[in-house]
C-alpha cells in the first residue's frame, strides 16, 4: 500500500467520493437511462464491501480499542434507523417540499461520510481504506439519486444539476475536513467508542440503505455485484494479514 500520511488518505479518499459523486450526477443528466439501469449493480457492490469491513476489520479493532465499543455500534446503528425514519416522514410531502426534505437527508448522509473516512483512516490505514472503498463505490449511485430526487421535486435539469452537485458531492469532503481536527486528537481509548459508532452506522448504510434500494430493481446480476464486494473485501484483509 501507498506510503502516504493519514490526512493525505482522507483528503485523496474524501475528494474521490466527491468526484465519482459528480459522475453520477453528469450521468444521469447526459444518459439517464444508462444511469439507472447500472445504479443497482454499483449499490450491490459497495454493500458488499461495506457489510464486510465492519464485521472483518472495524468492529474487532474498535472492541480492542475500548470494550464498550459494541453499545457505540448499536447507538451508531440506531442513529441511522431514526434519522431515517424521520426523513421518511417528512418526504411523504409533495411537489418541491418533497425534494427539499429528501435533500436535507442526503446532504446529512454524504457529511457523515466525510466523518467516518476522518474517523477509520484515524484508527489504521487499513480500516479506512477498506471503508473508502465501498463508500467511495456508493457515491456514483447516490450522485443519481440526488438528481433524481430534485427533478422529481419540481426543479428544472440545469438547478438540478447545480443543487445536487453541492449537496451531495461537496459535502463529503467538507464532512472530513471539519472532523479531522477533532479526531486526530482523540484519545485512542475515546477513537474506539468513535470507530464502533462507525461501524453501526456502516452496518446501517449497507443493509437498510444499498441493498434495498438496488434489490427493489431485481436485476439478475445484482447478486454477483453483492458477492463480489464481499470477495474484494476478503481479499483485501488475509493480503494485508499475509
Known amino acids: 500500500m501507498i506510503e ?8 485523496l479518499f474524501a475528494l474521490s467520493a466527491a468526484v465519482i459523486n459528480g459522475l453520477g450526477i453528469l450521468t444521469i443528466y447526459k444518459y439517464k437511462e ?3 439501469s447500472t445504479k443497482s449493480y454499483f449499490m450491490c457492490f459497495a454493500a458488499g464491501v461495506l457489510i464486510s469491513v465492519p464485521l472483518m476489520s472495524a468492529f474487532p479493532e474498535a472492541v480492542e480499542k ?3 465499543a459494541g453499545f457505540f455500534a448499536l447507538l451508531g446503528f440506531l442513529f441511522m434507523f ?6 421518511q416522514y417528512k418526504t411523504k410531502q409533495k411537489s418541491l417540499a418533497f425534494g427539499i426534505t429528501a435533500v436535507e437527508g442526503i446532504a446529512i448522509h454524504s457529511f ?4 467516518i473516512y476522518a474517523v477509520t483512516f484515524s484508527t489504521s490505514i487499513l480500516t479506512g481504506f477498506l471503508a473508502g472503498i465501498g463508500l467511495v463505490i456508493h457515491e456514483f449511485a447516490e450522485g443519481i439519486i440526488t438528481f433524481s430526487v430534485l427533478i422529481e421535486g419540481g426543479l428544472n435539469k440545469k438547478k438540478a444539476f447545480l443543487y445536487a452537485l453541492f449537496v451531495s458531492s ?3 469532503p467538507l464532512g472530513a475536513f471539519i472532523a479531522y481536527p477533532f479526531v486526530s486528537g482523540l484519545t485512542p481509548s475515546i477513537l474506539g467508542l468513535a470507530l464502533g459508532f462507525v461501524v453501526g452506522v456502516l452496518v446501517y448504510i449497507s443493509a437498510s440503505h ?3 434500494e438496488a434489490r427493489g430493481h431485481e436485476d439478475k446480476h445484482s447478486v454477483l455485484a453483492f458477492l463480489a464486494g464481499v470477495a474484494l473485501a476478503l481479499l483485501i484483509v488475509i493480503t494485508k494479514g499475509h
Do not use: C, K, Q
Not at 5 to 11: A, D, L, N, P, R
Not at 112 to 115: L, Q, Y
Open 82 to 87: 431514526f434519522s431515517n425514519r424521520f426523513i
Open 4 to 11: 502516504l500520511s493519514t490526512f493525505s488518505w482522507i483528503v
Open 112 to 115: 457523515m461520510d466525510g466523518i
Open 170 to 172: 461537496l459535502t463529503t
Open 34 to 36: 444508462w444511469a439507472e
Open 210 to 212: 444499498l441493498l434495498p
Open 66 to 68: 475500548n470494550h464498550y
